[in-house]
Every structure is written in C-alpha cells, then in structure tokens.
C-alpha cells in the first residue's frame, strides 16, 4: 500500500471527522476483593474474566441447624397470614421448648407461593413470620430469642403451579440456630 | 487504486466531500409498514436475536449497515452489532446488504442504495494494528442528500470490539434521531441454575455477561448506583435478607443493611450518596434511608401495612413506593424525607414494582390483571396508562437512561427471558447471551 496515499488518506479522514475520540480503555484489573473459584464458566470464556467485573464467589450454604421440635412449619392460606388453630398445638410446643432453653434463639421463616412481585411477596412472608413470632410471644416466650425473617417466594418446597404445590409454600418455618 | 483488493467504486480524492453536519435535525421519514398487525417474528441481519414489530403506523428509519471491511477476519462483526442495536431501538428498519463490501473511505453510490431503500448507510473498516489492539474506523452517509454525515475512529483491545460497535451505534442513533443513544451501557441481572446464583453484569444487548457475584442463595433486587461503579443488592447467603453495596471492579462489598429481621429493596438517591430501603426491624415492612456507606437508618413511612419497593424521582425529591395501605397494593408517592403520601395508581387491584423514567416523565410498573401480572406505562403528566405486553408474568422493568427502551423479566414459551420494549410498546426484542432461569434486570447509568 503506498504510504503517501494512505497518510493522505488518514489526513481526509481526521479533516472530516474532527477529532478522533478514542474510548477509554477499560483498565484491566486482576484486583479481586474476595477469593475467587470459577469451577464452571458457564459459557463465559477465560477472555474475560480478567475484566473490569471482579468475580465474587460465597462459596457453599451454611449447614442447616438441628431441630428440637419435629413439627416445625405452619401453613397459610393464600394471600392470608392467619395462623390456623390446627398450628395451635404446633405453636405451643415450641413456645414450650424455648422457654425451657432460654439460651436458644430460633428464626422463624416465612415463604409465599411464586405469584407476584419479588418484594411485595418478601413482606408477604414477613407477615407470615411475624405472626408466628406473635402467637409465640403470647404463650410467654422472649422476643429476645426470636428473629422473624422472610424469604419471600425464593426458596419454594416445591415447584408446580397447581394449588397442591402452592399451598405447601405458603409457610412459614421455626429453625433453631 | 490506492487499496489492494477493495472492489466496487473507485476511490476519487476529489470527490470526497467531508462536510461535518454538526446538525441535530431529526430524519423523520414518515415510514408505514402494513405487514405486522398480529405478532411475527422477523430474523434481522445479526441472527442472535429477533425483533418482534407489532401494529401499524411505525415510523422507522431505513439504514443499511455495511459489513465492515476487515470485519471477517475479526472476533467480533461490528456491522451486525450496529444494525441489531438501531433495530432494538425500534426507530430504525436494517435494508439487505448482501453482497456489499464498503469502508469509510468509499462514497457510496447514492443511487444503488436509494433503490434499496436505505435513506442512511454506514460503512467502516475494522484493521489489526501492530500491538495487538483493532483500529475501527466507520462513517454514516445521508442517502437522501448524498451527504456525509461524519464518522470517528476507535483504537480498541479485542475485549472492547463490541463496545467499540456501541459507540458507533450511539453515533448513529444520535445523528439520525437527535436523541442520546444507550447502547454502550450496562445491565445487571440474576442467574438461577440448579443450587446456585449469579449476579451478572452484561452489554445492554444482554451479551459479554461478566459474573460479579455467584452465591448458594438468592440474590435479587440489584440497583446501580448512579455512578455505574456499584451495585445493590439484596443477597439471602446468611439465611436471612440483607442489603449489600458491592463495587464492581474490586468485589469489595459491604453489608449496609443487616438489622433484625428482613431488610430489602435497596434504591439509590440520585446523587449516590443515600439508599431507600424496606426494613422489618420495626415490624412490618417499613421504609427507611440510610447513607449508602452503612450507618443508622431513618424511618421514613409510619403505617401498619406493607410499605416496599422504595424508588427515587430523578430530581431526588420523592420516593415512589408499593403500599398496601388502602387494602392492596398500589402505588404512592411522598416526599424524600418522609411525609404524607399519595396515590398514583388507580386502575387495577395489585400495581407494584415502580420504575421512574430518568427523564421523569413516565412510570413503569406490574400490574396484576385476572391473574396475569403484566407491565404497565403511566404518563405521569396525563394518569394515561398503557399495557405494554403480550406476555403475562412481566416482573421488575427498568428504564434505559435515555428512557426510550425499558428492559423486564418475562416468561415465553415457559422460559424465563429478558426483553426490552420501546416505550410506545410497539417494538419488542429478547435479549441473549444466557439461558436458564433469568431475572431481575436492571439498567444502569450512562458511562462516564
């Protein structure tokens, strides 16, 4: 290629574009805050994960703890955060075992079935757990012992869309810690 | 000929006519298409992704948009990028371009291209450069007056070719449309495979997804800050809701939000510096803000209902919000510190998920219709609502920060999916780059 043409060329090109801009390269951080494992890339490709996205990885759930009380999950109706009296008995046996163990500390977990919004739901479920956190309270155990949490519809039982699978979501759980 | 190889027109120093129109005069060629009154699904040039065009009456730009000369031998194809997001767009209609090789240089001949009519056209070059990094270089062309209408240069690395393409189309839609494009922005959305989530940060055209956060529980509700350097999010890895900040680059996090109980719903103020969240600490599910370093939280609503989903006006002097107040949940709207609040939605039993336009004029949001939640478009001068979709599980919709497109989660055909939509809900399009159980989109800021 003749270079005089091409350097003509350039100065054409640079005449008419004004100034060239260049984009600002992406700093290419290997900087991770966090211990990193990637065991599977899903797709991704090594290119990029020298990239400007640090890579976070939590790694594995922390192991479940035991359960004292067997009958630990009390079911809602839909849309609803009434504590039926079949859960009474529930209720009290483990009113009955915290304050025996006044140094345990339980959450209580509320769930919803998968309709509706992330967020409305996580407060859906958060009623449910209080209401448990409630019905407890009232047979005299501390409120220093409980922690009522919600997680909303993203951890389901069971999957399916017909009612018998929903209504085993709609709950909410005691897990002693 | 000063370039070896190059066929179609010869190369004529004098004719070259590098008037920059520095204009921002919008091409508005009134351009019906009859074809589409139920919904189809049309391949585009980028076989990725389909655009679905619905109804009658659409005004789009007809713009060819050449193979970049160079582009074959190049992991990226810049002029399918540039065409796949002008189509997104919905303001632009790609012309068939089969058979053409151009470049920058090259004018174009007016005539062959009117004939196939394309009242714009882009053509470029993309070349190897001796350090390893790509010289892109492309110029749009005015079919109508056979003008040019400017062109850059990008000297790129290989990971940024397909920004370098954004950029191009950025150039383009602001051109042609006199409004700013978005395509060289970000999105952030979540994973869910098996027993493991992600958090991804991807190109707004859902590819070159980079994971920034993988966990054993849930994550969901991510925000970007307004800066684009960091995201919110409510993450479930200690067996309970909490709200983490998170900057991108370094994966340094921070837990600005573990009180007693569920904490969630994390929304940015426009200046960065506060964020709005839902806290049960209190009972209930009440609002609160708090400085986005973490601190002491400041209750915002006093009610015994359910007050969630916190998102700031754009001027930052309210805070739109989901409440169930008056029975079921709708949307509110109250001072920023707090305060007496009012009703937005009146249409419908179940209206939640709130999203503001940035340019503070329209509100996106779900509304739950016979059991179908479906996104809706209220013009917040007017009240005028407006359903959106098809579709009938639209959850969490998010507005580009040119607020012309918004992006949400979806079901099709039993998949979860992510779609944009133009905000007259006429042009739909599904984004790639991942499968698999996929949601909670967010759009982020224009970068800086």
Redesign the interface.
Known sequence: MNSRILSLGVAFLLAGCGSAVKLDTVPVEDKVGMPVTQPDSEGMGNARLKGDVAAVDIGKSASHATHPVEERVVYFDYDSFVIKPKFQSLIEAHARYLKAEKGRKAAIEGHTDERGGREYNLALGQKRAEAVRSALGYLGVDDGQLEAVSFGKEKPLTQGADEAAMSKNRRAEINYQ | M???GCPGDTFK?SQ?K???HKMRNIFAKIYFSFVFVCLGWSLSAAAQFRVDVSGVGLTQLPIAVAPFRGESGTPQKIAAIVQADLERSGQFRGVDITGTVLD??VRPDVAVWRQKGADSLVSGSVTRLADGRYDV?FRLWDMVRGQ?L???????????LR??AH?ISDFVYEKLTGDKGAFSTRITYVTK?A?RY?LW?ADADGE???????????I??PAWSPSGSQLAYV???????VVYT????????RLVANF???N??PSWSPDGRMLAV?L?RD???QLYSIDANGGEPRRLSQSRS?D??PVYSPDGASIYF?SDRGGA?QIYKMPAAGGNAERVTFAGS?N??PSISPDGRWLAY?S?VS?A?KLQLMELASGVVTSMTETSAD??PSFAPNSRLIVYATQQQGHEALMTTTIDGKVKARLTGQNGNIR?PDWGPY?K
């Open positions: 000063w370039c070896d120093l070259l590098f008037g920059l920058e240089v270089r040019d400017g062109g850059l240069s990008y000297a790129v690395p290989a990971a940024d920004l370098a950029r495979a027993q992600q940060i070159n997804a980079q994971s920034a956060l993988a966990s054993p529980e849930p969901i509700s993450s479930f890895e200690s067996r309970k809701p998170h900057d991108i680059v370094s994966g340094k996090r007693r109980g569920s969630s719903a839902t049960s009972g209930g599910s359910i969630t989903e989901v949940p179940y939640i998920s779900i739950r059991g939640f959850e969490s909670e970068q």
